[in-house]
């Protein structure tokens, strides 16, 4: 059984910094791809950054890239995303997501559709 369980959000000013982590169980983390979503309330979840399988390649939204900075590790089994500079536009529900198809990565950004497993979700907040 997938498991996935974030941690490492909190309220913080904006221009702070913050690591959320992800634990992965119940599967061969090492063969997925990982990434890390958002959802503030009453709009669309939508994909801020992923990390494919040997940790080789990322891709960032626009909206993070430059503040953000994804990593796993694979021994582990943790995957983590650094945020720095927060703003008060970065306060959402963080949610984590394995990817369904072993050794698969995308050229692009997924939707959430995508994903069949996801944690329940750490919450920042960025206050101005």
């Known amino acids: 059984q997938v498991q996935l369980v974030e941690s490492g959000g909190d309220s913080v000013q904006a221009g702070g910094s913050l690591r959320l982590s992800c634990t992965a169980s119940?599967?061969?983390?090492?063969?997925?791809?990982m990434c890390w979503f958002r959802q503030a309330p009453g709009k669309k979840r939508e994909g801020m950054t992923c990390i494919n399988a040997r940790g080789t390649n990322t891709l960032y939204a626009d909206s993070v890239k430059g503040r953000f900075t994804v990593s796993r590790d694979d021994v582990r089994k943790t995957f983590h995303v650094d945020m720095n500079n927060l703003k008060p536009d970065d306060s959402a529900m963080y949610y984590c997501a394995a990817a369904s198809r072993r050794r698969h990565f995308w050229t692009s950004l997924p939707d959430d559709s995508a994903f069949r497993d996801w944690g329940q979700g750490t919450q920042v907040t960025v206050d101005s």
């Open positions: 119940g599967f061969s983390f090492g063969d997925y791809a």
